[in-house]
């Protein structure tokens, strides 16, 4: 079937974090994105609470699978594929994932691929943008992640240039937010406060751009507690806390040292394209200065709505797509959710399977077959 090859019919279940998502896609287009969220439950305690989670995603999976299927019209029998987030995130939530994941494609008889989060959060921009160019520099910023990665194939190569040595991009927003009585998550609230604020009120440090450090690697957690030690000190002298001019000053901190080294990343090592995802790259200083640094340096920037930054389904579904397309092995029945999968894993193979080194199994390379003899038919 050359033709569902070019244009596999994926669906993407996504569970890592708080966020169950169901996404389906045919090639490179997107048919459907169903987001569930369990934010809500988390924002009294100011983060993510694991058990909460799972629980959510537990009631959710079902109802979003089914509303993913009918927003795409397509019938779970036509799939050509189930995809999974299979790591990094937090263990329970993913494997509840794992598991509704292994259970569909057992009962329709589809082969199962379990991905990795991060390459997903990459990959999905191809059904915003088309093909990734090879190589792709991605600046990969969330609320576990801050990572500069370089990738010649998606599906079985991203190389780690750089990474947070603390905080990550996301968390110092959660933070920063928290000091500030904000609420949960903190990176969309800042951003609208940082509108009406000004970037250059307040001085705070970039982490990690003296000349003797690491060219690629980030730190946030000096720069979080800049901004707390500030607003104590203005509290402690009885003063208001000039909430805008404070988001809009951290947030610049955050953002210039992002675009600077990502667009050093891409001069350094001769990549012509920047794509820039996960939760963070929905915020709109560093989408706006991304494109003037990149214009400045002939770097094509590419950023994916802001629906498709945050964690989703359809990512999932947009690498599990190329996992069919290129022809990669399935993943084995034992799958099992890992909640430190190495970003150099971009495809969870299962044991049996020779791929890399990440469980250091070594078998051979087939696709498995599944019965046909399956509840649907
Ligand atoms: O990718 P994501 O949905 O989940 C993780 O894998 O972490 O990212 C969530 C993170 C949170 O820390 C949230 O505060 C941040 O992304 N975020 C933002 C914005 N929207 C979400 N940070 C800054 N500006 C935003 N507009
Ligand atoms: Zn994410």
């Known amino acids: 079937m050359a033709d569902s090859r070019d244009e596999p019919l994926v669906l993407g279940i996504e569970t890592s974090c708080d966020e169950t998502g169901v996404g389906i896609v045919r090639g490179t287009t997107l048919l459907a994105d169903a987001v569930a969220s369990s934010v809500d439950e988390h924002a009294r305690f100011?983060?993510?609470?694991?058990?909460?989670?799972?629980?959510?995603?537990?009631?959710?999976?079902?109802?979003?699978?089914?509303r993913a299927l009918k927003e795409a019209g397509v019938s779970a029998r036509d799939l050509d594929g189930i995809a999974v987030t299979a790591g990094p995130?937090?263990?329970?939530?993913?494997?509840?994932?794992?598991?509704?994941?292994?259970?569909?494609?057992?009962?329709?008889?589809?082969p199962l691929y379990g991905v990795n989060h991060l390459a997903s959060h990459i990959c999905v921009d191809q059904l915003e943008h088309g093909a990734l160019p090879e190589p792709t520099m991605a600046l990969l910023v969330s609320g576990g992640h801050s990572s500069l990665l370089l990738s010649t194939d998606i599906t079985s190569d991203v190389r780690p240039?750089?990474?947070t040595i603390d905080d990550a991009a996301g968390e110092a927003f959660d933070k920063v937010a928290r000091v500030l009585n904000l609420g949960f998550p903190g990176?969309?609230?800042?951003?609208?406060?940082?509108?009406?604020?000004?970037?250059?009120?307040?001085?705070?440090?970039?982490?990690?751009?003296?000349?003797?450090?690491?060219?690629?690697d980030f730190s946030f957690s000096g720069l979080k507690t800049a901004v707390a030690r500030w607003i104590e000190a203005k509290r402690a002298a009885g003063e208001e806390v000039p909430?805008?001019?404070?988001?809009?000053?951290?947030?610049?901190?955050?953002?210039?040292?992002?675009?600077?080294?990502?667009?050093?990343?891409?001069?350094?090592?001769?990549v012509d394209h920047l794509m820039i995802g996960g939760g963070v790259a929905a915020n709109?200083?560093?989408?706006?200065?991304?494109?003037?640094?990149?214009?400045?340096?002939g770097i094509r920037l590419r950023v994916p709505r802001p629906k498709l930054c945050t964690d989703n389904g359809a990512m999932v579904a947009a690498l599990g797509a190329e996992m069919v397309a290129r022809n990669r092995a399935a993943s084995d029945w034992d799958l099992s959710a890992d909640s430190s999968l190495p970003v150099t894993d971009p495809h969870v193979p299962g044991r049996g399977h020779d791929h890399g080194t990440h469980h250091g199994h070594h078998g051979?390379?087939?696709?498995?077959?599944?019965s046909k003899e399956n509840l649907y038919s």
Do not use: N, W
């Open 46 to 66: 100011g983060g993510v609470v694991p058990e909460v989670a799972s629980r959510a995603h537990l009631e959710a999976m079902v109802p979003t699978i089914d």
């Open 89 to 110: 995130g937090l263990a329970g939530a993913l494997l509840v994932g794992v598991s509704a994941a292994k259970a569909y494609a057992y009962a329709l008889g589809k």
């Open 161 to 163: 240039l750089g990474a």
């Open 187 to 216: 990176g969309p609230v800042i951003d609208r406060y940082a509108r009406e604020g000004d970037p250059d009120a307040i001085a705070f440090p970039r982490g990690l751009t003296g000349p003797r450090d690491a060219a690629y």
């Open 243 to 270: 909430v805008r001019d404070v988001s809009a000053s951290f947030q610049e901190a955050v953002v210039d040292v992002l675009t600077r080294k990502a667009v050093r990343a891409c001069k350094d090592e001769g």
């Open 284 to 297: 709109s200083r560093l989408r706006a200065l991304a494109q003037e640094r990149c214009e400045a340096a």
């Open 364 to 370: 051979h390379d087939h696709v498995h077959e599944v």
